[in-house]
């Protein structure tokens, strides 16, 4: 375990004990807005559909609920992150055995033959790197969110017009009538305050 992961281990360890209670509805709300997106992000690019993404998110979540009593953390293990990742991953498992035994079936009727490479041996090849990938845009879209409602829409507005359209100061000020020096603050405040976040949820995941 890396020292990183140690510092996050007493806040992962408060929220994990929480959801032994599956009534505590504000915990479990906490942890679907931190990953539902990170599950659904990855089982696209795994070659599912937008439907079996959904399937996954749902059973990912059912699965993580029925271990949660009797869930014990053990950093000999692994961190919280890689037993979510392997979760998430025999989902997405199961989704591709579901839908090749339909196209089997339908293979059969028809008396065709397939030498298409298993689906499940490509997502085994990319799964971790995928995984990784989405992790950290998650991390991001959650940091976002929270720091959305820290903030006037207004605010969001010239943090979204200057970093992420990469729009010139002058142009902002003028789109949303402020002078320069606001656009420049606003601009800063909002940055500081999304890397603070970021910072943050590195530290609880």
Not at 164 to 176: M, T
């Amino acid at each position: 375990m890396t020292a990183n992961e140690e510092t996050w281990l007493p806040t992962r360890r408060t929220l994990l004990s929480r959801l032994k209670n599956w009534n505590d509805q504000s915990s479990w709300r906490e942890f679907f807005n931190l990953y539902w997106r990170l599950i659904y992000g990855v089982a696209p690019q795994a070659g599912l559909s937008e439907s079996e993404a959904q399937d996954v998110v749902q059973e990912t979540i059912i699965t993580v609920a029925k271990q949660m009593p009797r869930f014990q953390y053990d950093q000999a293990k692994g961190s919280f992150k890689s037993w979510l990742r392997k979760t998430a991953h025999w989902r997405i498992h199961d989704q591709i055995r579901r839908r090749q035994r339909g196209e089997r079936l339908v293979a059969e009727k028809s008396d065709a033959t397939s030498h298409a490479i298993p689906a499940e041996a490509v997502v085994d090849d990319v799964f971790e790197a995928l995984w990784d990938t989405e992790w950290k845009q998650n991390l991001i879209a959650v940091a976002v969110d929270r720091v959305k409602k820290q903030i006037t829409p207004k605010e969001y507005q010239v943090f979204d017009l200057c970093t992420n359209k990469e729009w010139p100061a002058a142009r902002v000020a003028q789109a949303l009538d402020l002078f320069r020096p606001q656009v420049y603050y606003t601009n800063k405040k909002v940055t500081r305050l999304l890397e603070q976040e970021i910072t943050r949820l590195n530290d609880e995941t």
